[in-house]
């Protein structure tokens, strides 16, 4: 909570009068992330969407979502290693899974939707994480092309 406070400028007394724990401030952290994704998905409503743009501004293109995607995979380890938050990983999941599955739905059959955001998700998810560990190889531009390759690749199947 310490580096918190410092990190934002205020004291430690005016932290914990907003959050009572650790676990509150992680939660709002979380919530936030969610916010913030769900704000950028709203690429999605675009007619014609565009696949790449919508599923790259869930990738560590920037310094902004850089800590993004940190605070995910933060996350996800509590969610695997803590029974608090247990679930609570499934809810971004949920969210953006069936607006991509609404917007390809208008042009596929909604089963073929369904994989398709699934490899979507595996693929975002992939290449997030190896920017964050490789981030000298995984330029923006390398985490761009391998996002269209997967994604022209995935809608060409249907």
């Not at 916010?35 to 409503?45: D, F, P, S």
């Not at 995979?73 to 380890?77: C, G, K, M, R, T």
């Not at 390809?104 to 998700?121: E, T, Y």
């Given at each position: 909570?310490?580096?918190?406070?410092?990190e934002?400028?205020?004291t430690?007394?005016?932290?914990?009068?907003?959050?009572?724990?650790?676990?509150?401030?992680?939660?709002?952290?979380?919530?936030?992330?969610?916010?913030?994704?769900?704000?950028?998905?709203?690429?999605?409503?675009?007619?014609?969407?565009?696949?790449v743009?919508?599923?790259?501004e869930?990738?560590p293109l920037?310094?902004?979502?850089?800590?993004?995607?940190?605070?995910w995979?933060?996350?996800?380890?509590m969610v695997?290693?803590?029974?608090?938050?247990?679930?609570?990983?499934?809810?971004?999941?949920?969210?953006?899974?069936?607006?991509?599955?609404e917007?390809?739905?208008?042009?596929?059959?909604?089963?073929?939707?369904?994989?398709?955001?699934?490899?979507?998700?595996?693929?975002?998810d992939?290449?997030?994480?190896?920017?964050?560990?490789?981030?000298?190889?995984?330029?923006?531009?390398?985490?761009?092309?391998?996002?269209?390759?997967?994604?022209?690749?995935?809608?060409?199947?249907?």
């Open positions: 909570m310490r580096a918190v406070a410092q934002a400028g205020c430690i007394g005016l932290i914990n009068h907003w959050f009572s724990s650790r676990n509150d401030l992680v939660k709002a952290t979380f919530d936030r992330a969610i916010e913030m994704e769900l704000e950028r998905g709203a690429v999605l409503t675009r007619d014609p969407p565009d696949y743009e919508a599923a790259s869930f990738l920037d310094d902004e979502r850089r800590d993004e995607v940190k605070i995979v933060a996350f996800w380890a695997v290693c803590d029974e608090a938050y247990e679930g609570r990983g499934a809810d971004r999941y949920v969210a953006v899974r069936e607006t991509m599955v917007m390809l739905g208008q042009k596929r059959p909604i089963p073929a939707c369904h994989d398709i955001v699934d490899r979507c998700f595996a693929l975002v992939g290449i997030a994480i190896n920017a964050l560990m490789d981030p000298a190889r995984w330029t923006p531009a390398r985490q761009l092309s391998v996002l269209r390759e997967g994604l022209e690749d995935a809608l060409a199947r249907y």
